[in-house]
């Protein structure tokens, strides 16, 4: 039963009982009374500015016309939405809109799904008595990289500012001009560089805004629905994906409450043109010499099969599986144990955390805990450039009355609406960490804060560069805050998944840890004897590797030259390897190392689910056939391992699902059919279900050294990276920032370094100074997963020398 009070309203001379506090359009919404509305939203401020909702209410001095989206519920309200004086009203406001309207609604992209048209059908007077010359504006101008604006036919609903506003924080949209003349606009010079514009396009009740990648590519009548989830990050927000004559056109945002509310951020919105670029591989290659080969499945596989059944299972390794399904993941875990016999297994590439931390921490939050919460502390990476609609989500939950501690050695996207801000030197944190717990001087005003409860705390490492160990200490130190819960943070999209599906030399499937004896046994009950020896991280495998203690080499997906935070040891460990085999979409700066690249299905072509950071479990869905000779991975997993002589039994999704479900504790009847017809749109957090006991982490103090030096660094993600899902997305591949290093205005004039100046970071990479006053004193900051920084090691203390006249 409902702990909302109650209260009765009369619509339309039927009594309702709806919940009190609630807008009289929402509630005349819940009980089947649609009432006409383009400025509101139930996700943004209510404003009142478009007067379509006006109803008529009862008062002391008769019935008065008010609009519906700002007028609260209340007990006895008496309320009509039907009578000659409402629908006069809602044809005089469509009729003004239509004034300076364009009646273009063949060509436009709006057209067929648009509010306007709607409404103008159905509430209209059906005819206009203007007869004059319409207005008419240059079109369209460019709001920004992505998002076109058509002023003449935008109704003036202030969507687009509140989301860019309210929601975004980026307040780069406004009103200009006065009276008739008003219209949307940018700042002058200052075009809406927002992370998150594309949402202004979604909420656009016409055809104003238009996406670049859309604008007149299909129409709304001719595209095909998919509903899935976002892989560029782990907060894997619901989105609807839509298809056209076999391509993805478009992605929007859908409505999941316990996850991204509708927002989507602008990598989640345009990175999907990825799936059909010309540079992704279709048929299966094997390397003669210094070049790539094409070559059949069935030889290629014949190769694979040969090498890797040559090799004792301590001889080969895996690196990857984080941009996998879980099912895909489970299959690469059973295969690598089971079929190779190798314990040598990680989808962490050296840049997250301890894998129990991440995997099964508790008490651990969820993203629904921010809006209850009383305090929130960040200590982790910046959520603007890494989790986006987590940083969102976070941002709502200070607007609802949460305070936010963020604590980090460079000033962040949150710092506007934190309560306390915390900016150390890179590679002090376990110093700030001491003196924040014991509230020591200017951390007195922080921590008092963070004892009011219930606390959530976002923990994770603030850089790759960071010592991971912290990220446990912080944990620690959280955990003891009143009624706190943790969430851990990582960057890559399925890690959390891949993780749970044993993807770690320290788990197995289901959360099981690889010490636990009865996790042990109860698995090797279903696949048999594991391996024994002692599995190496992706740190081990490739030390091991140019130690030739290893010889070979799968890669899942994975990109180590390019992601791990010592690159030369990443290449020198694959040119030392005897093999490599890569399955992947693209070569990559790892997969040119390779002997032979096995083509598999992405994002947009797989089936199965994924893991987000608090545990959900959701489905994701296939829009499209892969292209050429591509398979999903766990088909050429299971094909691959038919050829070595064992019969793993993964050809089909739901063979794989229902043994996942049986063998992994924490997933124990989340199947994909459970997930399809029972759980519903929003997922399951795991563990489901009553008597699910899988592994509890408890994080502990632990000792994290100080690192000093004349510079510390601190290596900076970006929303825009040279990833894969960025730099082969048309869209969005242009908006990769300009590679610089910032430092404190201070530090450089010690250096006597002018802004724009060039410097050799450890003696290998020139790049362009800029100067920051929110960088700590004695701290460097590197553009990370950048073309121009490709091959920079991400050690914690760097050297900085100045480039002179011919040096």
Known sequence: MSDIAQVTITINGVDHTVDAGQYLISAAEGIGEYIP??????????????????????????????????MVVSDGMVVDTESAVVKKAQE?????????????????????????????????????????????????????????????????????????????????????????AVQIQTFPNEPCSSYFSGNTVQLCPVGALTSVDYRFKARPWDLEHTTSVSVTDPVHSTVDVQTSRGKIVRVYGVENDAVNEGWLSDKDRFSFSTVHSDTRITTPLIRKGDRFEEASWNRALEVVASRLGGYQGAEVAMIGGANNTNE????????????????????????????????????????????????????????????????????????????????????????????????????????????????????????????SGPVVALVGRTSIAEDPKLTEAVAAFARDLPDATILPLLERSNVFGALDMGLSPTLLPGRVS?????????????????????????????????????SALVLAGADPVRDFPDPRLAAEALEAAEFVVALDAFVTDSSIHADVILPVAVWGEVDGTVTNLEGRVQRVRPSLAPPGQVRPTHDVIDDLANRMGVALGASNLAMISKELADVSPAYAGVTMDFLTFEAGPEGVVVPHGDGVQPLGYIPVEVSVPVVTGEFTAHFAASLYDDGVWVRNADTIAGLVRDPVVRLHPSDAARLAIAEGDSVLVSGTHELIVAFDEQVSRGTIVV?????????????????????????
């Open 37 to 70: 509305r383009f400025c509101y939203h139930d996700k943004l401020e209510s404003v009142g500015k478009c007067r379509m909702c006006l109803v008529e209410v009862e008062g002391p001095r008769g019935k008065a016309l008010v609009p519906s989206c700002t």
């Open 92 to 180: 005089g406001i469509l009729e003004f809109l239509l004034i300076n309207h364009p009646l273009d609604c063949p060509v436009c992209d709006k057209g067929g799904e648009c509010p306007l048209q709607d409404q103008a059908y159905g509430f209209g007077a059906g005819e206009s008595r203007f007869v004059e010359e319409k207005r008419t504006y240059l079109k369209p101008i460019p709001v920004s990289s992505v998002v076109l604006l058509d002023r003449e036919r935008c109704v003036l609903c202030d969507r687009c500012v509140r989301v860019a506003d309210d929601i975004a924080g980026d307040a780069l949209l406004t009103f200009t001009e006065r009276g008739n």
């Open 328 to 451: 895909e993941a489970f299959v690469l875990s059973k295969f690598m144990r089971t079929v190779v016999g190798s314990a040598h297994i990680d989808a962490q590439l050296g840049d997250g955390i301890e894998a129990h931390l991440a995997a099964a921490i508790t008490p651990r939050a969820t993203i629904n805990d921010l809006d209850t919460a009383s305090t929130i502390l960040l200590w982790g990476p910046d959520l603007k450039e890494s989790l986006p609609v987590l940083y969102l989500r976070v941002r709502k939950a200070v607007r609802n009355g949460a305070h936010l501690v963020v604590v980090h050695p460079i000033g962040t996207g949150l710092d506007d609406v934190a309560a306390h801000t915390v900016t150390y030197r890179a590679g002090t944190g376990s110093d700030v960490l001491r003196k924040l717990s014991a509230g020591d001087g200017e951390y007195a005003a922080a921590r008092e804060l963070l004892g």
């Open 514 to 550: 690889t010490g636990s004896d009865a996790g042990v046994a109860a698995l090797e009950q279903a696949w048999g004897p594991l391996p024994e020896h002692v599995g190496h991280g992706t740190e081990g495998v490739l030390g091991a590797l140019k130690a030739e203690d290893i």
């Open 783 to 807: 553009p990370h997963n950048l073309e121009a920084t490709k091959g920079l090691a991400a050690e914690s203390v760097v050297t900085v020398d100045v480039m002179r006249g011919d040096s």
